[in-house]
T-cell receptor, first 111, second 108 residues
């Protein structure tokens, strides 16, 4: 099925560990973004990309890195996990002037 | 940066109508609307481009007034399946920001 695939769906990390959240889309969309969603905080933009090789920071980029070597993939790396990064993470993609298609999300708990 | 939505929450009985407002302090060139059900990812409903156009999706429609930097989402004859959190959203340059969200609950 066409869409945005995120892995893993659930993850528990210890403080200080690093990990990569995977995101892949098969719709040839140029725009891809990572959001985190915390209770009562809505969706906040972490990083985004407008094409392969082009990434930039959003509202809350600290503690996260991204890269986009291909149109399809946009992984999010947590450098040194902190309890404040406990959240639900969504990857989304879109073509210009179209709506975003979201992945199913990753529920991350940092203990 | 984040558009502000009102009301924050609303409870409706099946068949009633509702209006959700989205207001931006920055210029709006287009507005997106999404619905997120509990425990799920947001789902795109519609996009409105400059020109005051109105679009529809099932019994859900929206309007966009770029001069007032506002958009409104209209839910007509609400159904139980309309329950969820509704977000508007807008681009600033290449960054896409979601609104503060409106929780809508439809009860029998």
């Amino acid at each position: 099925n066409a869409g945005v695939t995120q892995t893993p769906k659930f993850q528990v990390l210890k403080t200080g560990q690093s990990m990569t959240l995977q995101c892949a889309q098969d719709m040839n969309h140029e725009y891809m973004s990572w959001y985190r969603q915390d209770p009562g905080m809505g969706l906040r933009l972490i990083h985004y990309s407008v094409g392969a090789g082009i990434t930039d920071q959003g509202e809350v980029p600290n503690g996260y890195n991204v890269s986009r070597s291909t149109t399809e993939d946009f992984p999010l790396r947590l450098l040194s996990a902190a309890p404040s990064q406990t959240s639900v993470y969504f990857c989304a993609s879109s073509a210009s002037n179209y709506g975003y298609t979201f992945g199913s999300g990753t529920r991350l708990t940092v203990v | 940066q984040q558009p502000v939505q009102s009301p924050q929450a609303v409870i409706l009985r099946e068949g009633e109508d509702a209006v959700i407002n989205c207001s931006s302090s920055k210029a709006l060139y287009s507005v997106h609307w999404y619905r997120q059900k509990h425990g799920e990812a947001p789902v795109f409903l519609m996009i409105l481009l400059k020109g005051g156009e109105q679009k529809g999706h099932e019994k859900i429609s929206a309007s966009f007034n770029e001069k007032k930097q506002q958009s409104s989402l209209y839910l007509t004859a609400s159904q139980l399946s309309y329950s969820g959190t509704y977000f508007c959203g807008r681009f600033t340059g290449n960054q896409f920001y979601f609104g503060t969200g409106t929780s809508l609950t439809v009860i029998p």
